[in-house]
């Protein structure tokens, strides 16, 4: 690597602004500069769709999902039966991945497709992506939307669409006296919920699964949560992303956390140490009628799970904003997969040719079909996830997406002040206005920060 390429690591390795964040390392190729070549060779080597290209090089793939780290391995040992290719498959922790990203990438044999979440991410790694502007792969996409772009370069490609809401156990929701039908609203949602919660002990479940804010638990409200007032927000004020959020929909922020705390399975002040398989296991074990999380959990409670796809399904998160009566489930993508132009050119071509298979092969998409994926390229496959299907009937049915945008959030370390602040209201220990001022002071100062750098 160049010394002005170390100089650029030590820099983006250091912005605490990353968010699922990857930079690069190893040796540096001809190959950087030129995707033109590399994607005209993958074209020409992938055109049989049932055997994949042979490759000199090697892949190394540093996973994001622990969910779906099993599945990853198998689809690589598959590709080296079929092609001699070596792929190795690396899963960081939850929580973990920008950590061990950026351990993995300083080292001589760095990973050579990592990801980041989107446009904020892409801000501090780009230097580090490869351009895959007319590779294979990028032309398998469905649509440009789900390129990640900087100027006319290509330097990610969404590789999965998701969705997340409310996970609904239809079973207890029925012993306490109600259906999903019966819930359109916060208020509908209140309801429901505030009765279970008085009838706990006769009914013998809660209503919410621990909200954990252990690290392997909080993104799901400090991220994915804090993603609906952001949302309602943006929407008002007609914006895609701002250096300046104002916090108007942080009441009813409050609204739904307080809902979530106030009629679980523990006490709230237990929350801090409740972890992500706390959650799920308490879901599995009948604890609860209604577990915050989204459709890549659909093997953990269905395929390998004690669940069939009629005992659950998937509603939206209601806060009491917007046209709710319209409301669909949160959708989206934070998966973005880059290739890292560091990597020796052999191990480059490995890699488009690699992922180009996954997404255009039947074996590669009902490979990752079976993950619960839905994939934005041509040849996907229709997933059998119970929840995707929960998300395609609301959409069907006139009902709007509630967009991603917590890609705009303005670092990790923004996320990690809110979680606190949660963590701490949760607690008993801190109140309501440190939530806002780690929401909206926290997001000035860290955007303040991303444009100083």
């Known amino acids: 690597m160049t010394g002005k390429k170390w100089i650029s690591l030590g820099v983006a390795c250091a912005m605490s602004a990353a968010l699922l964040a990857g930079c690069g390392g190893g040796s540096s190729t001809s190959a950087a500069s030129s995707s033109e070549a590399a994607s005209s060779t993958a074209s020409e080597a992938a055109s049989s ?103 006319d370069q290509t330097l990610g490609i969404a590789y999965v669409i998701e969705s997340y809401g409310i996970i609904v156990n239809k079973s207890l929701l029925e012993k306490a006296g109600y259906t999903v039908d019966d819930i359109q609203s916060f208020a509908d949602l209140k309801k429901v919920a505030e009765d279970i919660t008085a009838r706990k002990d006769e009914l013998g479940f809660a209503a919410f699964t621990s909200a954990g804010m252990d690290g392997s638990s909080d993104w799901r409200f400090k991220t994915h949560l804090a993603n609906l007032p952001i949302y309602f927000e943006y929407q008002e004020d007609g914006i895609s992303s701002t250096d300046a959020i104002k916090g108007t929909y942080l009441d009813n922020y409050k609204d739904i956390f307080d809902l979530y705390i106030n009629n679980s399975t523990c006490d709230p002040k237990e929350l801090a140490g409740k972890t992500g398989d706390d959650s799920r296991n308490e879901f599995l074990d009948g604890e609860a009628v209604f577990f915050q999380n989204g459709s890549w959990e659909y093997n953990n409670l269905v395929g390998d799970g004690k669940f069939s796809d009629d005992d659950v399904t998937m509603i939206p998160i209601y806060i009491g904003a917007g046209d709710e009566a319209n409301q669909g489930l949160c959708t989206g993508t934070e998966n973005f997969w880059c290739v890292n132009k560091e990597a020796p050119e052999e191990d480059i071509q490995a890699t488009l040719d690699f992922i180009y298979w996954c997404v255009s092969s039947d074996e590669g998409t009902k490979a990752m079909a079976d993950m619960g994926f839905v994939i934005p390229f041509k040849n996907a496959q229709e997933s059998q996830n119970v929840f995707v299907k929960a998300d395609s009937e609301l959409t069907a049915a006139g009902k709007t997406p509630v967009s991603w945008n917590f890609t705009t959030m303005p670092s990790e370390e ?17 109140d309501w206005n440190a939530v806002v001022s780690a929401f909206v002071d926290g997001w000035a100062s860290e955007a303040a920060l991303n444009a100083a750098g």
């Open 414 to 430: 923004w996320k990690n002040g809110v979680g606190s602040a949660l963590t701490a209201y949760a607690a008993g220990t801190g």
């Open 49 to 151: 769709e049932s055997t994949a290209p042979a490759a000199a090089g090697k892949v190394y793939y540093l996973n994001f999902k622990p969910e779906q780290d099993q599945d990853w391995k198998d689809l690589a040992a598959k590709y080296t039966e079929e092609t001699g290719v070596p792929v190795e498959v690396v899963t960081a922790a939850s929580g973990e991945y920008e950590t061990t990203l950026m351990s993995e990438m300083a080292k001589s044999d760095a990973p050579t497709l990592f990801q980041v979440n989107g446009p904020v991410g892409l801000a501090n790694w780009k230097d580090y992506c490869y351009d895959l502007t007319g590779t294979p792969a990028a032309g398998e996409l469905t649509s440009d939307a789900y390129a990640l772009k900087d100027g």
